[in-house]
């Protein structure tokens, strides 16, 4: 046994310096400074730490580091620092050793980064507050002054990621639903286009297996097909580009899987109906550094003279790159075979920045540093500008940092001709407080191309707007309805804050001197009579409208402290005649209920029977889940379990939010409850087709209508038929049978 177990040893500690010795070569072949001894040194320490500790997945603990380590030198392309920050990013969190430890050994840089890498224990807001949006947040302070954090923090959730199969799945979905919600827009506003790809894919592959497995085989089924369309599309291109003596190299770009479903669910289309699943990457070298735009638009010219271009579709990164450096120019040909077919010019520089994002900067200057990096530090300082503001929770945070994440850009002009990037979406108000907190918290309006519009307009790209302020213009509450930016929102958020706790502060005092003239003392009991007698829901408010003069107090208010007496009385009463046994005794049934509630194992997969679903657990009413989809339970604070769909926009803000309560689910049904589902239909309006429909789904299958609203236009017909099913294969079956009609050119499941 002995022995067995020194050998196991012995090919465990091989396998370590293996990967460790693979890490080293990579980052050899890398052309950053060779730091080998601080790297060695890393290594060492971590292994040690981690020493006798397993993954789930079996292996010992430092092979994650390791993998961490290579993600972040190979795929991001960071040096000797951030490898070391990756070797070391769980010594703290789960081993003895501290912060100071860390910055003793290895020196402050290194440390502050594993700092921000530490995941927070017990969150600012209390039990109730997520502990993920905390982590999240505390990332993002790091983040600020040290965008290496969040490059290594999202090599550390790809690497888990590659490894979620060894998980539980409550665990699964919730690691898989905070990596759509937050680390792939992260990595996409970064410029990790690759890493965003595989992130999304494997978030969907863990969520819906199935559809995923679909997508993948029949993209398997038609590459021949892609193939053979690629080779006919590039070969007049290779001519042309060899023509010009160019030194050249096309890729064909397959669309991703989670893409493709998104697509699919967007516009309601089935796999067949996507035209773009190929684009086509024409990466070139540059004659020299100065020709590097023109080469792109050379190209540009060449090919479009070969197929006809689109008119609408040409997209030109390379003159305005992206705000995360991305640089390209994308047109739309029409292929031979009747298809538009995207094209991607790019230079070798601009196809690394795309691929690693702003670390490839460091890759092509000297010292790290660069100009370059402007619009970076301009969203940097937003994010930091939020987190300065004491955010009252943790979700909203959340919301707020992920406007911006998500938003695509546009370029919009000041008065004098300065080009600033927006987000998409965003209001003349965001652009007013993009130029300075002063200017928007005084703006009246908007001139946008001359044309005097409200604060609420939205901007459209190539805009040129100039802001109207005024003095007098105080802000007001309802610019929250129309504020999309995360900075003008905070903003506006803060200062109303400050306005209210000054309204709030005069209102106490307004109120003190009104009790007094009355001759009644101030206290708890006086103010929650005049907060009652107002419908406020608590002290404050009632003190803010007396403050910003929105109540007046009167004679009402006198009235109540002269009926005294009555008030009391009744309270005595219903106290004395014994009321509250009643009361006590759903109470105590609630207190029963908890505590058999509080029994749910969230580690186990819960069982979603005919029974469970009608006594014990609730249907999100904003998904309307049915038997057979992809769902899971999330235990709310009065301990009853919510069953969601996984796709669902409140589920993924749960799961990315409080993960802990997620739990994984089940559907253990016999056809015995019905569901409510709507069905969407479109087609070409014909006679009898009505008749049709209704037959299919009434007599054939059994199933009972419950409404049916269908509008014809022009000779084209859409309609939604909300119906009763038992689970989702009705759904399907109910879909392929509608689909085989004549006239009917869509059918899908909506929601409703």
Not at 259 to 272: D, G, L, R, Y
Not at 487 to 503: H, P
Request: proline share 3%; glycine share 6%.
């Amino acid at each position: 046994m002995d022995e067995n177990t020194t050998m196991k040893e012995k090919a465990q500690d091989e396998m370590i310096e293996q990967a460790f010795q693979e890490l080293l070569n990579d980052y050899l072949a890398t052309k950053h400074r060779k730091r080998v001894e601080i790297i060695t040194k890393a290594f060492n320490f971590a292994n040690q730490a981690h020493k006798g500790i397993k993954r789930r997945s079996g292996e010992p603990y430092i092979m994650h580091p390791i993998a961490v380590a290579k993600i972040v030198c190979n795929e991001i392309g960071l040096g000797s620092t951030s490898i070391c920050a990756a070797l070391l990013h769980d010594v703290v969190e789960d081993t003895d050793y501290t912060v100071e430890d860390i910055e003793n050994i290895f020196g402050p840089k290194i440390a502050q980064i594993v700092d921000g890498l530490t995941k927070i224990s017990g969150g600012i807001f209390g039990d109730q507050a997520s502990a993920q949006a905390e982590n999240f947040k505390k990332l993002l302070l790091t983040m600020s002054n040290d965008i290496r954090v969040i490059l290594i923090k999202i090599a550390d959730r790809l690497h888990n990621m590659r490894t979620l199969g060894s998980m539980l799945p409550n665990k699964q979905y919730k690691i898989a639903g905070e990596t759509l919600y937050i680390y792939a827009p992260l990595a996409n506003r970064l410029g990790l286009y690759k890493i965003k790809t595989e992130l999304e894919n494997l978030s969907f592959k863990y969520e819906h297996p199935e559809e995923y497995k679909e997508i993948e085989d029949k993209l398997a089924a038609t590459a021949a097909e892609r193939d053979k369309v690629f080779k006919e599309f590039t070969t007049p291109i290779r001519a042309q580009l060899d023509k010009m003596g160019l030194k050249y190299r096309i890729l064909a770009r397959v669309k991703s899987i989670y893409s493709i479903w998104n697509k699919m669910q967007t516009k309601h289309v089935p796999f067949e109906e996507i035209y773009d699943l190929l684009a086509v990457r024409i990466i070139f070298t540059p004659r020299n550094m100065d020709e590097e735009l023109n080469d792109c638009f050379d190209i540009y010219v060449a090919i479009s003279k070969i197929y006809k271009p689109h008119p609408d579709r040409l997209r030109d990164w390379v003159s305005h790159p992206k705000a995360n450096g991305y640089q390209a120019l994308h047109v739309t040909l029409m292929g031979n075979n009747g298809q538009w077919i995207e094209v991607q010019i790019r230079s070798e520089r601009m196809n690394d920045v795309a691929e690693q994002g702003f670390a490839a900067h460091w890759k092509y200057k000297e010292g790290g540093g660069s100009e370059d990096e402007g619009e970076l530090e301009k969203w940097l300082r937003t994010i930091k500008e939020i987190l300065d503001d004491p955010q009252p929770d943790a979700i909203d945070f959340l919301d707020t940092i992920k406007l911006n994440l998500f938003a695509s850009e546009i370029f919009v002009f000041t008065p004098k001709g300065e080009l600033k990037t927006m987000p998409q979406n965003c209001t003349a108000l965001d652009f007013a407080f993009s130029l300075h907190t002063d200017i928007g918290s005084h703006c009246i309006g908007a001139k946008v191309n001359h044309k005097l519009v409200p604060l609420s307009h939205k901007l459209q790209s190539g805009d040129q707007v100039e802001i109207l302020t005024s003095k007098a213009q105080r802000v007001q509450a309802e610019w929250m309805n129309f504020a999309t930016t995360a900075r003008a929102r905070s903003k506006i958020a803060s200062i109303l804050r400050k306005e209210a706790k000054a309204n709030q502060k005069a209102g106490e005092a307004i109120l003190a001197d009104f009790l007094k003239a009355e001759d009644v003392r101030m206290d708890d009991s006086a103010i929650d009579k005049l907060t009652h007698l107002h419908n406020f829901h608590n002290r404050e408010e009632l003190f803010i409208a007396i403050g910003s003069k929105k109540l007046i107090l009167g004679d009402a208010d006198r009235n109540v402290f002269k009926a005294k007496q009555g008030k009391s009385w009744k309270k005595l009463l219903s106290f004395s005649f014994g009321g509250s046994k009643e009361e006590k005794e759903p109470n105590e049934g609630k207190s029963a209920e908890k505590n058999t509630q509080e029994k749910i194992d969230t580690k186990k997969i819960l069982k979603l029977t005919e029974e469970a679903i009608s006594k014990e657990y609730l249907m999100a009413p904003c998904s309307h889940p049915i038997p057979g989809d992809d769902v899971l339970g999330y235990i709310n604070e009065n301990n009853q379990v919510i069953i969601h769909k996984r796709q669902c926009p409140i589920a993924i803000k749960l799961k990315s939010s409080y993960g802990n309560r997620i739990i994984a689910t089940q559907w253990d049904t016999h056809k015995e409850l019905s569901f409510l589902v709507t069905i969407y239909i479109k087609g070409i309006d014909a006679v009898g087709l009505l008749n049709e429909v209704t037959q299919i789904i009434s007599r054939q299958l059994n199933v009972n209508i419950r409404k049916l609203d269908i509008e014809t236009n022009d000779g084209i017909f859409e309609g939604k038929i909300q119906l009763y099913v038992h689970d989702v294969d009705d759904v399907r079956t109910i879909c392929n049978n509608l689909k085989q009609v004549k006239n009917i050119k869509q059918v899908s499941r909506i929601e409703d």
